[in-house]
DNA sequence: TATTGTTATACTCTATAACTATA
DNA sequence: TATAGTTATAGAGTATAACAATA
């Protein structure tokens, strides 16, 4: 029995789970060579390609010069891309490269492989009504569910 | 209407909301001039007295020089204090001042705080059903529901 | 020899501010 | 002047490994 005296709130169990299913996922894609910051880019940009940086800093809710060092990255292995754009030559707009897209299948599979590891055990009724439950909570919140806020969190 | 192509997984919806949780956990935090981890540590010394530092690391998922510079950082806000054990003079025994369990109530009230802040919209009956289901997810991924984990998160 | 805690070191993620090139 | 991106730098949080004191 452990020490707990109160029964865990919703706030401290969404934490918690919260937590527990990104590593879950970060397991997932880990023989992908990515990290989950680079899976939320490259899901970004797969569905909105051409974006700018600061764009992409505006919806991470990063920093510009954290963008740039995550598409640095990306660039290295060869996953996305950078082009100068010809109407304001300040701008950088980004691009998945072939090869990047071709991960997209395969974040998909690792995100279905996360649902299933994360609600095990549950009914198919129990699962429709815990999404149906997150939602409203994500709505209350005003969340954008487009973005990956993980990285974000702090201390 | 964003871009959105299909509903987000229960997975993803844990990973952002628990994001969210924490980051309004530690909006109420803030006022005490502690960290979330600080919290978490606070919380822990405050059911279990006497603990050392390996079995606050194995608690915590830290490694023991994580813990160290936790506590060092505690010590020197006057939160805990370490003793060396008179039986094994190599373990040091953590205790909460007077201080720091004057912050265990203001912890508790931040946890309620924060309840009612991510439950906003959600009715009592909604709040009871997504309570159990976390609970029930929680049990399906053998969670120890006595610890925070959310410092644990990696990129 | 083994264990507890500590220190040294390094790597990642984050942020701010100075800088560049364009506008 | 203002903006997009870059670089430099610094501060957390994390991890590993070497070390000191004690068992």
Do not use: C, N
Not at 35 to 55: D, F, H, K, N, Y
């Amino acid at each position: 029995m452990p020490s707990q005296q109160r029964p865990a709130r919703i706030g401290f169990l969404l934490s918690q789970l919260g937590t527990h299913a990104a590593e879950v996922f970060a397991e997932q894609i880990q023989p992908l060579g990515i990290t989950l910051s680079e899976a939320g880019v490259i899901r970004i940009l797969g569905r909105a390609p051409g974006m700018t940086q600061r764009e992409l800093a505006t919806v991470l809710g990063a920093t510009q010069s954290r963008v740039v060092a995550l598409i640095d990255g990306l660039e290295r292995k060869r996953l996305a891309a950078r082009t100068r754009s010809t109407s304001d030559r300040r701008v950088q707009q980004l691009e998945l490269t072939d090869q990047g897209r071709d991960l997209l299948p395969r974040l998909r599979a690792a995100a279905e492989a996360q649902e299933q590891a994360v609600t095990k055990g549950l009914s198919r009724q129990q699962r429709a009504d815990l999404h149906e439950l997150l939602e409203l909570v994500a709505a209350g919140q005003q969340l954008d569910l487009d973005v990956h806020l993980g990285y974000r969190r702090r201390s």
